[in-house]
């Protein structure tokens, strides 16, 4: 049995990476011919073409398509390989590419990150904030804090702690329009939507179990829990945050939580990293310390 061409796949991943033949053999050091043969080599051990090849434009064929992410693990995992080595001789340094939700990162990542960057000079961080999922692998991050009921996926999740969710609104508001007393009553509110952690419909549990389900209706909607402060102060409406973010508010009287013994579906912050299973010494140290930090420690 002869072994696989691993050169010819770590050079296609980087053609599909690069998006063209030149690029890949600018960021290789290699001439554009030996970056063509090898792929061509490799088209011919598979009897198949790899892409479709014009002028202007290189596009993947459906075979190349297919085959493209195991190439990019190919690539990946010999990396992880050598820098893991590498990493063993020496203090861990380099860039991580560390993924966070918004208003968490500003509060609570960055302020940690300045503490593990002072402990680690060799290493870098290029955190990127967003509310949104970020595509881990599509996007090249090597970690990410998600908070979420995380679906299964090919991505490993480690939960680190459960984030409550609060109903909350200003006393201005609750003055004005009444205090619901019950989840369905929350239909006749003018209710705030924070989009990535509520649906079309609210629901809640309650005492003994029982299920009420809502459809939030009111006058604006956000991907940023953070958003929603402005308007909840000034008394536009009943809005479902996480924590940290109503939190303060509430502790100085801004807001008020209300129907407090009925519960939102479970939350959580979770660790999230692409499948490959081999990761260098300095995505380990970040993960290390990441997971001391943050699991079960009250973030909540």
Request: aromatic fraction near 4%.
């Amino acid at each position: 049995m002869s072994l696989p061409d691993f050169e010819a796949w770590a050079i296609f991943a980087s053609v599909v990476d690069a998006g063209s033949f030149s690029g890949a053999a600018r960021a290789l050091g290699l001439s554009k011919a030996t970056v063509s043969k090898a792929v061509g080599r490799l088209e011919a051990q598979l009897g198949a073409s790899l892409f479709h090849r014009s002028p202007r434009r290189l596009t993947l064929t459906e075979t190349g398509r297919v085959l493209a992410p195991r190439a990019g693990r190919i690539l990946a995992e010999a990396v992880c390989a050598e820098e893991e080595a590498s990493d063993a001789a020496s203090a861990p340094r380099g860039l991580v590419r560390l993924a966070a939700p918004m208003t968490f990162g500003l509060q609570q990542v960055a302020p940690a990150l300045a503490e593990f960057l002072a402990d680690h000079p060799g290493i870098s961080v290029d955190l990127q904030l967003d509310d949104r999922s970020v595509d881990l692998i599509g996007e090249g991050a090597d970690v990410a804090l998600r908070i979420a009921q995380l679906p299964d996926s090919a991505l490993r999740a480690r939960r680190l702690a459960p984030i409550r969710r609060r109903t909350v609104a200003a006393p201005a508001y609750l003055a004005r329009h009444g205090t619901p007393l019950h989840p369905a009553e929350l239909g006749e509110h003018r209710c705030l939507t924070y989009t990535n952690q509520s649906s079309d419909v609210w629901r809640l549990t309650g005492p003994g179990g029982a299920e009420v389900a809502v459809r939030p209706d009111g006058p604006i909607k956000a991907n940023s829990g953070e958003a929603l402060l402005p308007a909840l102060r000034a008394g536009l409406g009943i809005a479902v945050l996480p924590d940290f973010i109503a939190g303060p508010d509430c502790d100085a009287g801004r807001l008020v939580e209300i129907l407090p013994d009925w519960q939102w579906p479970p939350i959580a912050l979770h660790l999230v990293t692409p499948p490959n299973r081999l990761r260098p010494a300095r995505v380990n140290a970040l993960i290390d310390f990441l997971v001391a930090r943050f699991s079960a420690t009250g973030t909540a």
